[in-house]
T-cell receptor, first 115, second 110 residues
Framework: NAGVTQTPKFQVLKTGQSMTLQCAQD?????MYWYRQDPGMGLRLIYY???????DKGEVPNGYNVSRLNKREFSLRLESAAPSQTSVYFC??????????????FGEGSRLTVL | EDQVTQSPEALRLQEGESSSLNCSYT??????LFWYRQDPGKGPEFLFT???AGEEKEKERLKATLTKKESFLHITAPKPEDSATYLC???????????FGQGTRLTINP
């Protein structure tokens, strides 16, 4: 049972470089999310997709773009990375909207360092 | 704006020493309060959903309770494998997203 799979697990970038974090889920979930987790800040929502074909901004969307490629896949792109984007990024999915059930399934995280 | 505050930030207990973690929240119409467990280097794992004041949920040595302003995660006779960060989150009526607290890092010493 793969669940939510994120790639890459680790990445080091230089300031100004771009990259895409990939996320795929095999649970036939409708909603998908990208969070970042920083020490002392908790989990903060970057973008989410309530269903295939829709995306919405979360708390901290600046500097990021997303694509809901199909029902399974939701990617996060950093167009011009900045040191402030050094963080651990988590993708999550849920069958219903997260606030309805609260039961999100998380990937194992992608650790990004921007030098 | 929905807010969640967890205390303490860190808690160190001896094996078998029971205690409680606190999650205080302010939300415009609570849809649900949710507890997660996160092990180092892993993503959070869902534990419980609580929908209304007075509700309780149990799982092994963990029991979650809910009032109108806060939730407690009670840990009874903990074991070292209960060591983890415990996260609390709230969902409000009509909202798609959850708001997470900063977590309590729990360490159980053998």
């Amino acid at each position: 049972n793969a669940g939510v799979t994120q790639t890459p697990k680790f990445q080091v970038l230089k300031t100004g470089q771009s990259m895409t974090l990939q996320c795929a889920q095999d649970m036939n979930h409708n909603s998908m999310y990208w969070y970042r987790q920083d020490p002392g800040m908790g989990l903060r929502l970057i973008y989410y997709s309530a269903s295939e074909g829709t995306t919405d901004k979360g708390e901290v969307p600046n500097g990021y773009n997303v694509s809901r490629l199909n029902k399974r896949e939701f990617s996060l792109r950093l167009e011009s990375a900045a040191p402030s984007q050094t963080s651990v990024y988590f993708c999550a999915s849920s069958f219903l909207g997260g606030a309805q059930t609260g039961e999100l399934f998380f990937g194992e995280g992608s650790r990004l360092t921007v030098l | 704006e929905d807010q969640v505050t967890q205390s303490p930030e860190a808690l160190r207990l001896q094996e078998g020493e029971s205690s409680s973690l606190n999650c205080s929240y302010t939300v415009s119409g609570l849809r649900g309060l949710f507890w997660y467990r996160q092990d180092p280097g892993k993503g959070p794992e869902f534990l419980f959903t609580l929908y209304s004041a007075g509700e309780e949920k149990e799982k092994e040595r963990l029991k979650a309770t809910l009032t109108k302003k806060e939730s407690f995660l009670h840990i009874t006779a903990p074991k070292p494998e209960d060591s983890a960060t415990y996260l609390c989150a709230v969902g409000s009526q009509g909202a798609q997203k959850l708001v997470f607290g900063q977590g309590t890092r729990l360490t159980i010493n053998p």
